[in-house]
Structures are given as C-alpha cells and as structure tokens.
C-alpha cells in the first residue's frame, strides 16, 4: 500500500508558475500510474493529468494542455506537477493519487481508477 502527501501549493498571482510535488512511500512507486486531480469549491474532483509507470505516457485535460506538465522521478519516488500561465479557474485543492491496475501503456483518466489519493494541497490563483 503507498501513501501519498502533496506539497508546494499556495497563492500566486495569475500568469504566473508553480510546482506541485508529491512524496510517495511504501509499494513499488515505479509500478505505479500516478495523476493529479483537483476540486473547487462545490465542485467535483476532476481530472487533471496521469503519467503512466515510465513517465513515458502522459495525458492531460483539456482545460491544463499546453500549460501544466506532469513529470516524476522514480529514483526520488516523486511525481510533480509543473503549473504555468495559471488562471483563477485553477483555484482548487490538487490531489496527487496512485493506481497499479493498469500497463504501462494507460492512461487512466477517472476517479474510480485510482486507489490511493493523497489529503491535497490548497492552490489559489488571485487575478
């Protein structure tokens, strides 16, 4: 079983970066498909980007293309999430989560295929 803690979350300003880390321990972290979701206030938790075992497949929303980057370091059992030009529909709590159901070659884009779920961590773009 791994657990998962999110850090790296805060205020900024809209335009600018910032970066989202998520510390796993326990189990195999290279076996595991790793995503980001996020919630707004009364909202549901959506999906946000996946990177498969390798870090090779990577899937993204459409709302975060072209501007958030999910990446990880196996050898640092680390997934990031790599936030550019952000907005103040980007306000959420992120969470970073985990699932060993699938191959390499998934993309697992839905909540219930995810099994472990980090508490998140508070971003809050001001415009």
């Known amino acids: 079983q791994v657990q998962l803690v999110e850090s790296g979350g805060g205020t900024v300003q809209a335009g600018d970066s910032l970066r989202l880390s998520c510390a796993a321990s326990?189990?195999?972290?290279?076996?595991?498909?790793m995503g980001w979701f996020r919630q707004a206030p009364g909202k549901e938790r959506e999906f946000v980007a996946t990177?498969?075992?390798?870090?090779?497949?990577?899937d993204y929303a459409d709302s975060v293309k072209g501007r958030f980057t999910i990446s990880r370091d196996n050898a640092k059992n680390t997934v990031y999430l790599q936030m550019n030009s952000v907005k103040a529909e980007d306000t959420a709590v992120y969470y970073c989560?985990?699932?060993?159901?699938?191959?390499?070659?998934?993309?697992?884009?839905?909540?219930?295929?995810?099994?472990?779920w980090g508490q998140g961590t508070q971003v809050t773009v001001s415009s």
């Open positions: 990177a498969s075992w390798s870090g090779g497949n990577t």
């Open positions: 989560a985990a699932t060993d159901r699938y191959s390499d070659y998934a993309t697992p884009r839905r909540r219930l295929q995810y099994d472990y």
């Open positions: 326990g189990g195999t972290f290279s076996r595991y498909h």
